[in-house]
């Protein structure tokens, strides 16, 4: 189907990005730990309805060789560009199609993942059924579908925002114009310095929203933010349940009184969607990454931590002390980057999130891990390895540790003729701010790093690429030439940010 030239998401492109969370490197972990038997990363179908621009399939389908990618969107224009990066990348495994949800027929055949990146929240209840449809119809049976979306409570601020800006930009015809009248109406409230903190917290985080969010998330006509336990009755209404959130830390009550955890359970009565609704009132949750798959699936909500010893590991943790003490028992504490904490005294777990601190950001196996830390453990009988794994469980759980599918297909070390990930220099070449490396995250670079970017693709060695630079007249930031070690340097950090192809 074509959209009119007047879709606006054609007129004004939704600017996409990698999520994370919706890597099948990422769901596997979440979804073994709960006793599911999802299909391999290296050996899947995966859909990805409302794509835009391909920002997030397209890096994984240029890592995935033996896997097939289909992303959809009813936008022409970002098709239009996804096509084009997927040609220029020589991929045959993905294919993307102008279309809207509502024309998805069996037609397509069957995925073992399903992705739905803002999408959901952002369409007309026709739309977002047929979303939910589609997950029953073409999910496999062990299939798992990703869908993010907002909620409530915490969009009610966001919405009454977007009912303000609503009111106030009636008439507006143009995108331009409507953009520029909702920007006049948060300065207008900004200078009124409201006595509400609600209102006062919201404006400010205007101050970084673009203007294409603004257009597509605040002036939109379809933007519904629901209930949790409203999308998971939405859900069990196509015969699918709620496995869990993608973010799994999120589900965990770590950080709240002993006495609210203890009502909160009780609040729950042992139903896992109660469980994240009250936990959603004391967030003010406002977005939600949810995973679900069939009602038939048996799902052991108690996660086990056995298949950790088959995934691969990283983690953020760092010590607060500069010389942390692995040895003895004395409590060590260790900071994540997302508020995350962890206090032990426990000399194997020292070691273990000291040993990952190293290896960062490659994930290592467990069985590397269980290698590197060897001198700290005295005993290495099965029980001691499982309480090993209940240890990195807890970690993850918290948020200290993630937990890949995949083994690195990144190096650290920089190579004699090294070769950045193609698809983030091709995202260099297009003139793309940030682009996306082989963690499935977003790196923002400057200018001069993208231009070197562009030039990793393993047919030079660094003394040639500090010769290239030399040539273009490519200057350091107080405008003389490029050292070569400056070169090394900048080569080391790309190296670092998990963009050099192994
Ligand atoms: C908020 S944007 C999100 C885009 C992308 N998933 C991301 O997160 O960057 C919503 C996307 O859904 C697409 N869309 C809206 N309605 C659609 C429909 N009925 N069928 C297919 N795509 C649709 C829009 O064109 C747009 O690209």
């Given at each position: 189907m074509t959209a009119t030239p007047q879709f606006i998401y054609d007129q004004v492109p939704y600017e996409g990005y990698p999520i994370t969370a919706s890597h099948p490197d990422r769901i596997i972990p979440v979804a073994r730990l709960l006793g599911m038997q999802p299909a391999p990363a290296t050996n899947c179908r995966v859909l990805e309805l409302g794509c835009g621009d391909g920002a997030n399939?397209?890096?994984?389908?240029?890592?995935?060789?033996?896997?097939?990618?289909?992303?959809?969107?009813?936008?022409?224009?970002?098709?239009?560009?996804?096509?084009?990066?997927a040609r220029a990348l020589g991929l045959g495994n993905i294919r993307f199609e102008q279309m809207n949800v509502m024309d998805l027929d069996s037609g397509c055949g069957e995925f073992d993942y399903i992705l739905a990146h803002g999408l959901y929240s952002w369409v007309p209840a026709a739309v977002r059924e047929k979303i939910m449809s589609v997950c029953q119809s073409l999910l496999s049976r062990n299939g798992i579908a990703y869908i993010s979306y907002n909620v409530?409570?915490?969009?009610?601020?966001?919405?009454?925002?977007?009912?303000?800006?609503?009111?106030?930009?009636e008439g507006a015809r143009e995108p331009q114009e409507q953009i520029a009248k909702a920007r006049e109406l948060l300065s207008f409230l900004v200078s009124g310095k409201p006595d509400s903190p609600a209102l006062t917290d919201e404006l400010k985080q205007y101050r970084e929203r673009r203007d294409y969010?603004?257009?597509?998330?605040?002036?939109?006509?379809?933007?519904?933010?629901?209930?949790?336990?409203?999308?998971?009755?939405?859900?069990?209404?196509?015969?699918?349940?709620?496995?869990?959130?993608?973010?799994?830390?999120?589900?965990?009550?770590?950080?709240?009184?002993?006495?609210?955890?203890?009502?909160?359970?009780?609040?729950?009565?042992?139903?896992?969607?109660?469980?994240?609704?009250?936990?959603?009132?004391?967030?003010?949750?406002?977005?939600?990454?949810?995973?679900?798959?069939?009602?038939?699936?048996?799902?052991?909500?108690?996660?086990?931590?056995?298949?950790?010893?088959?995934?691969?590991?990283?983690?953020?943790?760092?010590?607060?002390?500069?010389?942390?003490?692995?040895?003895?028992?004395?409590?060590?504490?260790?900071?994540?980057?997302?508020?995350?904490?962890?206090?032990?005294?426990?000399p194997v777990l020292k070691a273990a999130v000291v040993q990952l601190g190293k290896s960062w950001p490659e994930p290592i196996s467990f069985d590397q891990l269980m290698d590197a830390i060897a001198e700290y453990r005295d005993d290495f009988?099965?029980?001691?390895?499982?309480?090993?794994?209940e240890m990195l469980l807890r970690c993850f759980m918290a948020g200290m540790v993630e937990l890949h599918a995949l083994p690195a297909n990144f190096s650290t070390v920089v190579s004699d003729?090294?070769?950045?990930?193609?698809?983030?220099?091709?995202?260099?070449?297009?003139?793309?701010?940030?682009?996306?490396?082989?963690?499935?995250?977003?790196?923002?670079?400057?200018?001069?790093?993208?231009?070197l970017l562009a030039l990793l693709d393993g047919t030079r060695d660094v003394a040639a690429i500090h010769k290239h630079l030399l040539e273009i007249g490519l200057t350091a930031g107080n405008g003389r030439a490029i050292e070569l070690r400056e070169v090394q340097e900048n080569i080391k950090k790309v190296a670092q940010s998990a963009l050099q192809m192994a």
């Amino acid at each position: 189907m074509t959209a009119t030239p007047q879709f606006i998401y054609d007129q004004v492109p939704y600017e996409g990005y990698p999520i994370t969370a919706s890597h099948p490197d990422r769901i596997i972990p979440v979804a073994r730990l709960l006793g599911m038997q999802p299909a391999p990363a290296t050996n899947c179908r995966v859909l990805e309805l409302g794509c835009g621009d391909g920002a997030n399939i397209l890096p994984m389908a240029a890592v995935l060789n033996g896997s097939q990618f289909v992303g959809i969107d009813l936008a022409h224009n970002p098709i239009v560009k996804a096509t084009g990066m997927a040609r220029a990348l020589g991929l045959g495994n993905i294919r993307f199609e102008q279309m809207n949800v509502m024309d998805l027929d069996s037609g397509c055949g069957e995925f073992d993942y399903i992705l739905a990146h803002g999408l959901y929240s952002w369409v007309p209840a026709a739309v977002r059924e047929k979303i939910m449809s589609v997950c029953q119809s073409l999910l496999s049976r062990n299939g798992i579908a990703y869908i993010s979306y907002n909620v409530y409570p915490g969009c009610h601020v966001r919405k009454m925002m977007s009912g303000m800006m609503r009111y106030h930009t009636e008439g507006a015809r143009e995108p331009q114009e409507q953009i520029a009248k909702a920007r006049e109406l948060l300065s207008f409230l900004v200078s009124g310095k409201p006595d509400s903190p609600a209102l006062t917290d919201e404006l400010k985080q205007y101050r970084e929203r673009r203007d294409y969010s603004i257009l597509h998330d605040d002036l939109s006509e379809s933007n519904d933010p629901v209930y949790f336990h409203e999308f998971a009755a939405h859900a069990g209404e196509h015969g699918l349940q709620f496995l869990a959130e993608a973010d799994f830390y999120e589900m965990q009550p770590y950080n709240l009184p002993a006495e609210t955890r203890e009502k909160l359970t009780a609040f729950a009565g042992g139903d896992p969607v109660r469980f994240e609704q009250y936990l959603d009132f004391l967030k003010n949750r406002r977005f939600r990454k949810t995973l679900l798959c069939r009602k038939e699936v048996s799902i052991n909500r108690t996660p086990a931590s056995d298949p950790i010893r088959e995934m691969y590991i990283t983690s953020v943790a760092r010590a607060v002390s500069s010389n942390p003490d692995i040895r003895s028992t004395k409590e060590e504490e260790f900071r994540g980057t997302k508020g995350g904490a962890l206090r032990t005294g426990h000399p194997v777990l020292k070691a273990a999130v000291v040993q990952l601190g190293k290896s960062w950001p490659e994930p290592i196996s467990f069985d590397q891990l269980m290698d590197a830390i060897a001198e700290y453990r005295d005993d290495f009988s099965e029980e001691s390895t499982g309480t090993f794994c209940e240890m990195l469980l807890r970690c993850f759980m918290a948020g200290m540790v993630e937990l890949h599918a995949l083994p690195a297909n990144f190096s650290t070390v920089v190579s004699d003729r090294p070769m950045a990930f193609d698809y983030a220099r091709l995202q260099a070449r297009n003139g793309d701010p940030a682009v996306c490396n082989l963690r499935h995250t977003t790196i923002e670079m400057d200018a001069a790093s993208l231009h070197l970017l562009a030039l990793l693709d393993g047919t030079r060695d660094v003394a040639a690429i500090h010769k290239h630079l030399l040539e273009i007249g490519l200057t350091a930031g107080n405008g003389r030439a490029i050292e070569l070690r400056e070169v090394q340097e900048n080569i080391k950090k790309v190296a670092q940010s998990a963009l050099q192809m192994a």
